[in-house]
Every structure is written in C-alpha cells, then in structure tokens.
C-alpha cells in the first residue's frame, strides 16, 4: 500500500516546491537579462552562456 502524506504536510510540501520554483525563475531571468545586456563584456557574456550550456549571444 502507497504511503502518503497528510493533506497538510502535501500542501506544506507543495508550498516549499512552489517557492523554490520561483526562485529558480527568478535566477533564471536575472542570468537572460544579464546576458542580454550589451552594457557587459560580450566575451564575458558569452562565456557565461557557454558554461552554462545557453545559446551564446552574437551581439
């Protein structure tokens, strides 16, 4: 028989993945805009995307 968890601590861990979700969003659009940015260094910012395995910015 599955073992589940209580309605509260389902929705407790349901909240957490949530707000954890949101933060990586979050990292996620500060990383695109930073690379984006033609204010930085391009070979910085095409570093950066290649490390990170993102498409690299021409420009």
Not at 3 to 25: G, S
């Amino acid at each position: 028989m599955p073992n589940h968890l209580p309605a509260h601590q389902a929705a407790a861990a349901l909240h957490a993945a949530e707000d954890e979700l949101a933060k990586l969003r979050r990292c996620v659009r500060e990383v695109a805009a930073f690379l984006h940015d033609q204010a930085h260094d391009l070979p910085t910012r095409q570093a950066l995307a290649q490390h990170l395995d993102l498409p690299v910015p021409n420009q």
